[in-house]
């Protein structure tokens, strides 16, 4: 995140924390922060503008998100104004989730993140012998994968 030069350090401690305490309405538990979904923060006296990367352009959560951020930031005595955009630049990826949320989304949700030139593992057993059984999954950024080991379906985030 990036901060204006006008910003205490305080409030660009707020805000940070703020924005780790909204999660993804998919994953509770799974902050936007942690999903890589904040690109930007400008903070300018009692103003905040963040820019936020969807994970696709026609993701259905995305005014429930802004909604989200919009209120938890509104919410600091310090704000008086917050400003969400999603931005087209950069392209949301998996590399953008953090190891952390990586965990948590396997262990409670049963899905896999994907990494560029490693072999995708089972959430269930950590195998990586996921074979691919559709690419379309609930959302277009998930397919559906099966593990050859222990035989559970995962959706896995590309």
């Known amino acids: 995140?990036?901060?204006h030069l006008e910003a205490t350090p305080t409030l660009n401690s707020e805000v940070?924390?703020?924005?780790?305490?909204?999660d993804d309405p998919e994953y509770p538990g799974v902050s936007?922060?942690?999903l890589g979904l904040?690109?930007?923060?400008?903070?300018?006296?009692?103003?905040?503008?963040v820019d936020l990367i969807p994970t696709f352009s026609g993701c259905p959560a995305l005014a429930m998100i802004a909604a989200d951020v919009s209120s938890a930031l509104g919410q600091l005595e310090s704000v008086d104004d917050v400003e969400v955009r999603f931005v087209a630049t950069p392209v949301w990826s998996p590399a953008?989730?953090?190891?952390?949320?990586?965990r948590t989304m396997a262990e409670h949700f049963t899905v896999a993140v994907s990494s560029i030139g490693r072999p995708t593992r089972c959430p269930r057993c950590r195998a990586t012998a996921l074979v691919e059984e559709s690419m379309f999954g609930p959302v277009r950024c998930r397919s559906i994968h099966r593990c050859r080991t222990c035989g559970e379906r995962v959706e896995v985030i590309r």
């Not at 953008?96 to 990586?102: F, K, L, S, V």
């Open 38 to 49: 904040v690109a930007a923060v400008r903070i300018d006296g009692r103003c905040v503008e």
């Open 32 to 34: 936007i922060v942690d």
């Open 16 to 22: 940070g924390e703020a924005l780790r305490r909204v």
């Open 96 to 102: 953008r989730i953090t190891p952390a949320a990586r």
């Open 1 to 3: 995140m990036s901060a």
